[in-house]
């Protein structure tokens, strides 16, 4: 089992960035592919972006890609999702999530294990 800690969330204006970090428990951690969603006020968990496991191709959902960026460091057993010319409605709770299934994983129940989630805040 691992367990999932996600920070770097906050206050940013529109064109700004952030890196968000998540951090994993247990020694398997390279076992895991691991992904990212979020959740707006008043809307339904959605997908962000997924890392398998070998870290050589990643997938992303249009509204972010070109601006968002998936990476992982297994040596520090933490994935990390830098978000760069953000928008306001990229307003959410986002969540990093780990799943022992091979190959791209961007549905929820795809996920066995998720963090807290860090609130994610842009002005205009």
């Known amino acids: 089992q691992v367990q999932l800690v996600e920070s770097g969330g906050g206050l940013v204006q529109a064109g700004g960035s952030l890196r968000l970090s998540c951090a994993t428990s247990?020694?398997?951690?390279?076992?895991?592919?691991m992904g990212w969603f979020r959740q707006a006020p008043g809307k339904e968990r959605e997908f962000v972006a997924a890392l398998p496991l070998s870290g050589y191709s990643t997938y992303y959902a249009d509204s972010v890609k070109g601006r968002f960026t998936i990476s992982r460091d297994n040596a520090k057993n933490t994935v990390y999702l830098q978000m760069n010319s953000l928008k306001p409605e990229d307003t959410a709770v986002y969540s990093c999530?780990?799943?022992?299934?091979?190959?791209?994983?961007?549905?929820?129940?795809?996920?066995?294990?998720w963090g807290q989630g860090t609130q994610v805040t842009v002005s205009s």
């Open positions: 999530a780990a799943t022992l299934l091979a190959g791209i994983r961007s549905r929820m129940n795809e996920y066995a294990y």
């Open positions: 247990g020694r398997t951690f390279g076992s895991y592919a």
